[in-house]
């Protein structure tokens, strides 16, 4: 049997709710994916009536981007029914405050940036499109007139950059951050970003010094170093927001929930789950990227692994505040109506299910396509021994102190626990796990009280008692 939080019945009266991070809002446990039927819309689908179904039922976490075709103008159609457009006749600012609404940016510069090596570029804007265009496009697409124009009083309560996938993208996105320079060749998305959420205009790209933006964030599903590197840059803490994609098949991959997780969660920063169903890979969809209408999943769950214990199982990963899923059918049969069985489904606590529970979730999930849906994610990395490892030595009195540094280890399957301090092959110290939220290396001091040479290793060692060592360092010898 399946493991999982009865629903109890499907009709949700009060949606329940979670501190979207440091953002201070309170968001509904399940939010509106932009795509599936609201990107790819079969024939036979209204996708304004899904977004004004999920709104009716209090979903009031709403997700679209600038790549994802129809999917802004097809809020935009929704939002005006639901009078939620600033500048048009009962306007209701109180009902659009109640929800927080994201859209994404794919593109790596703000300014130059063209056919750099490693940048992976994308909008279904215009040709040479820069990250400001697409919050433009954004805002006009769903409050303004779609052709670039947008309202007075038009926001977007979070921008984020869209699917972080290369170290070359990492760099660009910061390039220009530290020392923005109106006359520079190159200006990467979060300087810009800044200066639209701020009012600034830092880097000559906003000269109107407008608001436009609430909170910035990031999307990843792919790298979970990559994107801690880009949590631990981020000293002016901008990053307000994390997507990242969590599922039962988490596991049998580079894993998200014992890497990136805990260092958003460590900063405060919200963090909304995805790929909850593996963009459908878990039921009839092929594990690859949708293309079409075809690939939108209409069903609810499967005999052999029904959705509940899939949105459960994301919803009480540790950090996660909201899962956003997409919507391919509803109904008004509650139990053919994707958007119902899912709110009912995410109806639960983050501690609900036991680390049992999870597991027996974990054990079905993997038997779908033997374990290989997660098409989006880095293959299995075992646990790693930690990283860059030095050793400094220090003359106190007549005490020598030994002083080692190290970057964060990688989880595998379980969590870290601690940092082992091996001398000359005895253990002489051991540093408690929390993760690395900057780019300052962990430090431990050993001292030691001869002249003699010793060597030092580091050992990282998870929950599970599972270790990975360093290549050993040496004190030299006085």
């Known amino acids: 049997m399946i493991p999982y939080i009865s629903r109890g019945s499907l009709v949700v009266e009060n949606p329940m ?91 790596r510069y703000a300014k130059g940036g063209d056919n750099v090596e490693g940048i992976h570029n994308g909008t279904n804007g215009p040709d040479g499109s820069k990250t400001l265009d697409d919050v433009h496009r954004s805002l006009s697409q769903i409050f303004g007139d779609g052709k670039g124009n947008y309202p007075q009083g038009a926001y977007l309560d979070m921008v984020l ?12 996105v910061y390039e220009g951050l530290d020392n923005p320079d109106p006359n520079a060749d190159r200006i990467g998305a979060l300087a810009a970003l800044r200066d639209v959420r701020d009012g600034t205009n830092l880097t000559g790209l906003n000269p109107k010094e407008e608001k436009l933006i609430r909170h910035i964030g990031f999307s990843g599903h792919y790298d979970a170093a990559l994107m801690m590197a880009m949590i631990q840059r981020d000293k002016y803490e901008l990053l307000d927001g994390m997507l990242v994609a969590i599922n039962a098949n988490d596991k049998l991959n580079f894993n998200m929930q014992n890497n990136v997780i805990p260092v958003a969660a460590a900063k ?76 009912a489904s995410a109806q639960v606590g983050p501690d609900s299910l036991s680390l049992s529970d999870r597991d027996k979730i974990e054990k079905m999930a993997n038997m779908v396509k033997s374990g290989k849906t997660n098409y989006f994610q880095m293959s299995y990395k075992p646990l790693s021994a930690p990283r860059d490892v030095a050793l400094q030595q220090r003359n106190e009195g007549s005490a020598r102190k030994a002083v080692l540094t190290w970057q964060t280890a990688y989880a595998g399957a379980s969590p870290l626990d601690r940092y082992d301090v091996w001398r000359d092959g005895e253990k002489v110290g051991q540093v408690p796990y929390r993760p690395q939220t900057t780019m300052e290396p962990f430090v431990y001091e050993d001292v030691v009280n001869d002249n003699q040479a010793h060597s030092y290793v580091m050992r990282s060692v998870d929950t599970q008692g599972e270790s990975a060592s360093s290549e050993a360092v040496t004190m030299q010898a006085v």
């Not at 972080?164 to 660009?172: C, G, H, N, R, V």
């Not at 594990?287 to 609810?300: G, K, L, M, Q, Y």
């Not at 509650?334 to 069985?341: A, G, I, R, V």
Request: glycine letters at 8%.
């Open 268 to 343: 405060n920063m919200g963090v909304i789950a995805m790929k909850v169903f593996a963009d459908g890979a878990m039921y009839t969809k092929p594990a690859t990227w949708s293309n079409n209408p075809e690939d939108v999943v209409r069903t609810v769950g499967s005999s052999s692994l029904p959705s509940t214990p899939l949105v459960q199982y994301s919803l009480t990963t540790p950090g996660i505040h909201t899962a956003i899923i997409g919507i391919g059918h509803i109904s008004e049969t509650h139990h053919d109506c994707q958007l119902t069985q899912n709110l």
């Open 161 to 172: 950059i869209h699917s972080l996938s290369t170290w070359q993208e990492l760099d660009a």
């Open 17 to 107: 709710k979670r501190v979207f991070g440091r953002t201070g809002f309170e968001v509904t446990t399940l939010g509106l994916g932009g795509q599936a039927s609201i990107q790819w819309t079969p024939s036979d689908v209204d996708p304004v009536a899904i977004i004004l179904k999920a709104h009716k039922l209090g979903v009031n976490y709403y997700d679209t981007s600038n790549v994802y075709g129809p999917s802004q103008m097809n809020y935009g159609k929704a939002f005006r029914k639901l009078n939620m457009v600033p500048g048009l006749p009962g306007y209701r600012e109180n009902a659009r405050r109640d929800i927080f609404l994201t859209s994404k940016t794919h593109l």
